[in-house]
């Protein structure tokens, strides 16, 4: 039974993870361990984040709509892609079990922060790969590696966007910022459908996840408003380094 205080706790690290989101990204290895360290079982911690969360993708795939406009043929051609990796992953996830699931988070979180610390050279890679224009347009093939890392946002989600921004790099040819909008739109569905799915497996906890959706929400406005104050290159190994001590805690408990 969670106490005001608890509410309180999962509240600010949604807050927090929202902003997070917004600035650098990485914000569920904010709201995932304070939701195990307040008691709750990994399992239903994971769902509850991602049901928590879908909000603040929606914001940010809101924000990015005009760059999405002119890109139907590829959305129509990716969100069907990550919709079924979304619910693919989410069913591994409920069919995991809680022991083994548990024990693979320490090494979910530290593949996290891999993901997270390489953030910026993959960016570098792909101004770089997009500045050379070199290679054959894969574009009709994109929707494979999307899958792919469809099922591990529905599994456990950290770090998925990289993943995504990688894989698109790697298959399309365009800029940089309508990657990004394409990224945040797949995000956007795979949460949401992993969400949809996790609805109906019990394992939500309703009251955890209204308070952790409006901190959220809170915290991806306050984000956007701190852009170009705070350092996202910062803030990112701030995260990695939490994210790190973190998973260092669960190999020891």
Excluded at 19 to 28: E, H, P, R, S
């Amino acid at each position: 039974m969670l106490t005001p205080l608890d509410y309180l706790f999962a509240a600010l690290a949604a807050l927090a993870a929202g902003a997070i989101n917004a600035l650098a990204g990485g914000g569920t290895l904010i709201t995932f361990p304070v939701l195990t360290f307040l008691g709750i079982p990994a399992v239903a911690a994971n769902v509850t984040n991602t049901v928590a969360l879908c909000p603040g993708y929606f914001g940010g795939t809101l924000a990015q709509m005009k760059d999405l406009r002119d890109q139907t043929k590829r959305l129509w051609l990716l969100l069907p892609a990550s919709v079924v990796g979304g619910v693919l992953g989410g069913f591994l996830l409920l069919r995991t079990g809680e022991k083994l699931f548990t024990d693979l988070v320490p090494y979910l979180i530290l593949l996290a922060c891999v993901l997270l610390a390489i953030q910026d050279p993959v960016r570098a890679w792909l101004v770089k790969r997009m500045g050379e224009h070199q290679g054959a347009n894969l574009e009709k093939w994109t929707w494979l590696p999307i899958g792919f890392a469809s099922i591990y946002g529905g599994y456990f989600g950290a770090g998925l966007s990289v993943i995504v921004l990688s894989a698109l790099g790697l298959t399309l040819e365009d800029s940089l910022t309508r990657l990004n909008a394409l990224k945040q739109a797949v995000a956007f569905a795979v949460n949401v459908a992993a969400a949809i799915f996790f609805i109906f497996s019990g394992q939500v906890l309703w009251t955890v996840a209204l308070v952790m959706a409006v901190g959220a929400l809170i915290g991806g406005n306050l984000g956007g408003r701190l852009a170009g104050k705070i350092k996202p290159s910062t803030l990112r190994w701030t995260v990695v380094t939490i994210g790190v001590i973190v998973a260092i805690i669960y190999f020891v408990r």
